[in-house]
């Protein structure tokens, strides 16, 4: 049973259990087997956290796993009025505002007002990384500091600089992990052509400065090391800098541009699926159409 699940799903499930039984005792409730106005309480207090309805649903989920490994029955079916509750929150949170996407126009107006520092260097190839390859910003920045582990995270070893058959350029990137896929994969990405490429800032960052191949690939000027949160709050400033509202961005804003500017290119369904790497049909959620190509649908659907 403990092997029934991914490396990644235990940690999570973990911590969400931890979470609940701290819960329970919190309020004098009994976590095992959980009741269901228990259950609905949790979720409500999860909620009043700021945590998004999926996160929720994840949450319960380890609480259903905790009540399965204790041998006791699953707490989550025939809960009706927990699912009232869920759906409200799942209600008020698309009512939320919900993060952008970081589009190829906005890495346009980004490129323009970068300088030419290292460390500037260092964040354009990360954004144009992430947004080419359409990765989740765990996939290529760590943690925190103290948490960099060669055989998890981005080495300068991991990228390679190759030409096809054909003479194109393309790089080649050894993610080791991910969230859906704990052996990880090999990413490849060709050469744009043009201002907003990512092997292009690839091949500049790694030219400014020597390293050996076990260093961490996004390493500054200062020995810090491309982190979420840097990523997240250095983005923003240069947001900010194009007159682009920040907060309405974050890490994850890389994954969904590069989604949505993929489909708004006329990549073909199968196409941005293989790019992101998807199993299912959930990529299309990630999608943001903008207002001009909605309006050009129906130009589109009239028969000529």
Not at 16 to 37: M, R, V
Not at 84 to 95: G, N, P, R
Not at 233 to 260: N, Q
Request: one cysteine or more.
């Amino acid at each position: 049973m403990h092997d029934g699940i991914r490396e990644n799903t235990k940690r999570t499930y973990r911590s969400a259990q931890n979470d609940y039984i701290k819960f329970c005792e919190e309020y004098t409730l009994n976590p095992l087997p959980a009741s269901q106005e228990c259950l609905m309480m949790y979720a409500t207090q999860l909620y009043k956290r700021h945590m998004h309805i999926n996160t929720i649903k994840v949450y319960l989920f380890a609480v259903r796993h905790y009540h399965i490994i204790n041998k006791c029955n699953n707490p989550l079916l025939c809960t009706p009025r927990l699912n009232l509750v869920l759906k409200a929150i799942q209600l008020k949170c698309i009512k939320s505002k919900s993060k952008l996407p970081i589009t190829y126009p906005i890495l346009e107006k980004v490129y323009v007002a970068l300088g030419r520092s290292r460390d500037e260097r260092l964040m354009w190839a990360a954004m144009t990384l992430g947004f080419f390859g359409l990765l989740r910003a765990s996939e290529f920045t760590v943690p925190s500091q103290a948490s960099f582990c060669n055989d998890k995270h981005l080495t300068v070893s991991d990228v390679s600089l190759r030409s096809s058959h054909s003479n194109d350029t393309f790089m080649s990137v050894r993610v080791k992990s991910s969230k859906t896929d704990s052996k990880g994969f090999i990413l490849h990405i060709g050469c744009s052509q043009h201002t907003v490429c990512a092997v292009c800032a690839m091949t500049d960052y790694l030219n400014t400065r020597a390293m050996s191949g076990s260093d961490p690939l996004f390493l500054f000027d200062n020995d810090t090391i491309l982190s979420r949160s840097i990523l997240v709050s250095t983005t923003r400033s240069y947001l900010a800098m194009c007159g682009i509202d920040p907060e309405k961005y974050t890490g994850h804003s890389y994954r969904v541009g590069g989604a949505t500017s993929a489909a708004e290119a006329g990549l073909s369904d199968w196409e941005i699926k293989a790019m992101g790497r998807w199993n299912s049909e959930c990529y299309h959620r990630y999608i943001k159409a903008s207002i001009s190509k909605v309006i050009g649908f129906a130009s589109r659907m009239v028969i000529h």
